[in-house]
């Protein structure tokens, strides 16, 4: 069992920064990607930026070159940093582990809110 524990939400004005952090505890040996995904209101749940356990990364067309997915040494956390920061990235934001047999978990979210 794996559990993750997220940090960093809050609320900014368009155009500024934040930076999400997760970390893992637990049974932690076997992890392979971790993720961040967002629910805004009214919206399904979106993969945010994704990254294995060898530093590949993926992201969402609507964050590409805003935001950077980055994994702690000991792979047991990882990081969203979020420039230039939109209204539209307002949402619920959720840390998301896998572990190399396909067993996922969930942090409990943390609220992002963008706003003038």
């Known amino acids: 069992q794996v559990q993750l524990v997220e940090s960093g939400g809050g609320l900014v004005q368009p155009g500024e920064s934040l930076r999400l952090s997760c970390a893992a505890s637990g049974v932690i040996f076997s992890l392979n990607t971790m993720a961040w995904y967002r629910r805004a209101p009214g919206n399904q749940r979106e993969l945010v930026a994704a990254i294995t356990r060898y530093g590949i990364t993926n992201y969402a067309d609507s964050v590409k070159g805003r935001f950077t997915i980055s994994r702690g040494n000991a792979k047991n956390t990882v990081s969203l940093q979020m420039n230039s920061l939109k209204s539209e990235d307002t949402a619920v934001y959720y840390c998301?582990?896998?572990?190399?047999?396909?067993?996922?978990?969930w942090g409990q979210g943390t609220q992002v809110t963008v706003s003038s």
């Open positions: 998301n582990a896998a572990d190399v047999y396909g067993r996922e978990s």
